[in-house]
């Protein structure tokens, strides 16, 4: 796809806009790139990214993208008019809500960016929308603003810079009214949400990351367990999105 | 100018010789998304064992330069799956199978090869003795040549198909093993298999792989593997399927020039999903600019 635009968001994050031909129609919110660096010969495994936003009419897909290490810096690199290889769109991602009721979202860093399509896809079928966004401090901060034209936007740093101080659960308080949740960010955070809703009938489906090789579900390299670990899951195939009752958190 | 690229290994008849290599494929569904998987010589698929395997735990690839490192432990849905679910499936694919074969014990492979065999629905079995990862398995089978002959001649009493046996490069001379192979019956030889490697996070200090150690390759890997054929195709007078970082129609005429009859693709897969039939192509048009009615007139051209 072509490089139309990348712009730096936070201190170590970006966004890289492409256009051009994709299967624009077949994108479901969570669903990830699989991205190749350079011409593949330094770099043979390409680099999951999720689908921060995508617009079918425009024809432009956005990833939102923390620079890390060679990969990601090779992408922080790109200008537009280049042409960049992605393969996908990948893997399964968040279910439409099974159950009537409002929705809360939570996202933790990188976390973040696929639950901002998934927002945008809601917020179109007026669904109500509670969302929660954690980052590390103020210069963490991404997108905000954006969120906030999709529902009401709860924003936690873990050293109070901005908004609440502490973890995303801290923030969620006493209420536990919702009827799904839709969560992608760091494994500990996720645990956290998954004791802090248990005894709820809430549904709750997560988000998870792996190291992947071929991001297609044919190396078996990405696994996790199910509930009760008598069966590996794909991440990038099964999953990235898993209910979190089907898998081992 | 027309070039043929048939080749028989044994009684094993394949329309090209390409075919995906062994762990870097699956059960060829996931690829048959992209591609006709009827274009392919042959397909090889997961590593197949008695009982299912969950295999190690994870981070369980990584990569590497121009690389990568595997600590799959051999994860697969067992013989019973694969019978019932998988290799109907691929037989319907109009494509050549070749299973892979995996096991702990000398009983284990016998009883997966027996029943793949009775089964009808696999072309070829290619002997899993080298996989670096699986600590009761594996290694000691591929490593010491009187245990590998063992192996082979027991594996041979109950295979009704070609029996290629598929070498580790983790041993001292890789031509004993291939003799061992040979004299234990095999129809072929495949190789390589994965070179173990280590990589350490600079961060935490620690390997990035669970399992520590994993096994290498791709790219990095190819000129390791070219040499190996070389030296098993001078004292072995068995088909060899040659392989290890095999990304290219050019990689794959040099393997052949080394002495393969046929060639396997790993690595590449991951970095190209179209990587087996760009490959198949490519070769042809090598053949047709250098004039290479048959792959035949070039294989062994270094030996
Ligand atoms: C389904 C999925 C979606 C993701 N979406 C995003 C996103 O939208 N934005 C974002 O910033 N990051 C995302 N990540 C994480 C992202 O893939 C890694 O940060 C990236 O691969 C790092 O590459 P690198 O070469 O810069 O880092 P290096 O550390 O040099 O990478 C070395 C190898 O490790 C792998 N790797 C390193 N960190 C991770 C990680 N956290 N997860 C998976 N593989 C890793 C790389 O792919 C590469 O193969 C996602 C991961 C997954 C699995
Ligand atoms: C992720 C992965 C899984 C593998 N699994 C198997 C396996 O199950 N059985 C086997 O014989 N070899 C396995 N291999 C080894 C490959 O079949 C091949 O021998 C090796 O990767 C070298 O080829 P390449 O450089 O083209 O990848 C695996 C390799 C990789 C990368
Ligand atoms: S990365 Fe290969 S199965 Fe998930």
């Not at chain 1, 659960?169 to 992608?184: I, Q």
């Not at chain 1, 709820?200 to 998870?208: E, H, R």
């Not at chain 2, 490593?143 to 041993?171: D, G, I, Q, Y």
């Not at chain 2, 970082?245 to 393997?255: C, K, N, P, V």
């Amino acid at each position: 796809m072509l490089v139309q635009g990348n712009r730096r968001l936070t201190s170590d994050i970006w966004v890289l806009d492409l256009v051009g031909e994709f299967p624009y129609d077949k994108v479901t919110p969570g669903q990830f790139v699989h991205v190749l660096i350079g011409d593949g010969t330094a770099h043979p495994l390409r680099r999951p990214i999720s689908i921060a936003s995508c617009d079918p009419v425009g024809k432009t897909l956005s990833l939102v993208y923390r620079v890390v290490g060679d990969g990601t810096k090779w992408m922080r690199e790109r200008r537009p008019g280049e042409t960049i290889d992605v393969l996908g769109p990948l893997g399964h991602g968040f279910p439409a809500p099974q159950r009537p009721g409002p929705v809360l979202i939570v996202g933790g860093g990188v976390g973040v960016p696929p639950l901002y399509q998934l927002a945008k896809v809601l917020h179109a079928q007026n669904v109500e929308l509670d969302i929660v966004l954690g980052f590390k401090d103020h210069g963490d901060v991404f997108w905000a603003d954006e969120f906030g034209k999709l529902g009401h936007v709860t924003i936690c740093t873990e050293d109070g810079s901005v908004g609440r101080p502490g973890f995303v659960t801290e923030a969620l308080g006493d209420d536990r009214d919702w009827a799904t949740l839709y969560s992608c960010g760091p494994r500990s955070m996720l645990k956290a949400l998954k004791t802090h809703f248990q005894g709820t009938d809430i549904q709750g489906y997560v988000s998870l990351e792996e190291r992947m090789a071929c991001g297609i579900g044919a190396c078996w390299g990405c696994t996790c367990e199910n509930a009760d670990q008598s069966e590996a899951r794909r991440i990038c195939k099964d999953g990235p999105v898993f209910s979190w009752e089907e898998i081992q958190l | 100018m027309s070039v043929d690229l048939r080749v028989n290994l044994g009684s094993l008849s394949l329309k090209n010789p390409v075919m995906p290599a062994s762990g870097c494929f699956g059960f060829g569904r996931e690829y048959s998304e992209y591609y006709s998987l009827s274009a392919l010589g042959a397909v090889v698929v997961k590593a197949t064992t008695l009982h299912p395997r969950l295999g190690n735990p994870t981070p369980r690839v990584s990569e590497v330069t121009s690389g990568m490192l595997n600590a799959i432990g051999l994860a697969n849905p067992g013989l019973e799956n694969v019978l019932s679910e998988e290799l109907p499936w691929l037989a319907r694919q109009d494509v050549p199978i070749i299973v892979n074969v995996a096991g702990d014990t000398m009983d284990d492979y016998c009883q997966v090869v027996d029943r793949i065999c009775q089964s009808g629905l696999a072309h070829a079995i290619e002997l899993n003795v080298s996989c670096p990862n699986v600590q009761l398995g594996g290694l000691a089978f591929g490593v010491e040549a009187a245990v590998l002959r063992n192996l082979v001649e027991a594996v041979r009493t109950v295979c009704t198909l070609p029996l290629f046996v598929k070498l580790s490069p983790n041993v001292t001379r890789i031509q004993d093993l291939a003799i061992a192979a040979a004299s234990g019956g095999a129809d072929g030889l495949s190789l390589i298999n994965t070179l173990i490697g280590m990589k350490i996070d600079l961060n935490t200090r620690r390997p990035v792989l669970a399992n520590r150690t994993g096994g290498l390759s791709g790219r990095a890997i190819k000129p390791v593997a070219v040499r190996m054929v070389h030296d098993v195709a001078k004292e072995v007078r068995l088909p060899i399927i040659g392989m290890g970082g095999i990304y290219t129609g050019h990689d794959a005429a040099e393997f052949v020039m080394a002495g393969a009859w046929a060639v396997e693709v790993g690595t590449a897969n991951f970095t190209d999903p179209y990587a087996c039939p760009r490959i198949i192509e490519e070769l042809r048009s090598f053949m047709e600019a250098e004039g290479i009615k048959n792959i035949e007139e070039i294989r062994g051209s270094a030996l």
